[in-house]
């Protein structure tokens, strides 16, 4: 089984802060490396997908790059409805995984 | 537009059963795979169960594999979990989620979730 570590747990930044967020996979997953944005009390929802393709919607501050084992999710010019929990999530096999999720904090 | 809307959660008895539904709409559901994934109190997302479009191949989470069963019903565009020998580490929102694509393992798609407690 695929494991998901994603750093950190949580953070504290500032309006107009860039931040990153990583997640290291447990073996190779090629490009199936999704990231989901859940706002509190509601559902997640798809951010990037395969790495790096924005879903539509979603301000272009977003951004995921990566490969293999080694992946990041970046905020360029944080803003305050980004605050939110980020997971990651490999899609490449079965059983799925996420990561446990960075806490945002404006 | 893609909709999946889920029910049956509430409370429950450890060691009860319970069954889960998902009905979706706004795609051709027959010919997309479908997951449950679940969140405990202040957890993160934890992904429990996928059924192929065809029905032809199940997978499921070592947490609930043996108590958890997925199935669907292409006639009623509705998902199932049934959840057997629930325990208290099984209280959590339990959400449907789809790729709305053949069998994709991301999830576009998600319902708002429905509450499971169980306690005694």
Not at chain 1, 60 to 82: C, H, N, V
Request: hydrophobic residues 30%; proline residues 4%.
């Amino acid at each position: 089984d695929i494991q998901m570590t994603q750093s950190p747990s949580s953070l504290s930044a500032s309006v107009g802060d860039r931040v990153t967020i990583t997640c290291r996979a447990s073996q190779n997953i090629d490009n199936f490396l999704n990231w989901y944005q859940q706002q509190p009390g509601k559902a997640p929802s798809l951010l990037i997908s395969d790495i790096s393709n924005l879903q539509s919607g979603v301000p272009s501050r977003f951004s995921g790059s990566g490969s293999g084992t080694d992946f990041t999710l970046t905020i360029t010019s944080l803003q305050p409805e980004d605050s939110a929990t980020y997971s990651c999530q490999q899609s490449f096999s079965a059983p799925l995984s996420f990561g446990g999720g960075t806490r945002v904090e404006i | 537009q893609v909709q999946v809307v889920e029910s049956g959660g509430r409370g429950v008895q450890p060691g009860g059963s319970l069954r889960l539904s998902c009905v979706a709409s706004g795609f051709t559901f027959s010919s997309c795979g479908m997951h449950w994934v679940r969140q405990a109190p202040g957890k993160g997302l934890e992904w429990l169960a996928f059924i192929r479009s065809d029905g032809s191949d199940k997978y499921y989470a070592d947490s609930v594999k043996g108590r958890f069963t997925v199935s669907r019903d292409d006639s009623k565009n509705t998902l199932y979990l049934q959840m057997n020998s629930l325990r208290t580490e099984d209280t959590a929102v339990y959400y449907c989620a789809t790729g709305a694509r053949r069998d994709s393992y991301t999830f576009f798609y998600w319902g708002r979730g429905t509450q499971v407690t169980v306690s005694s």
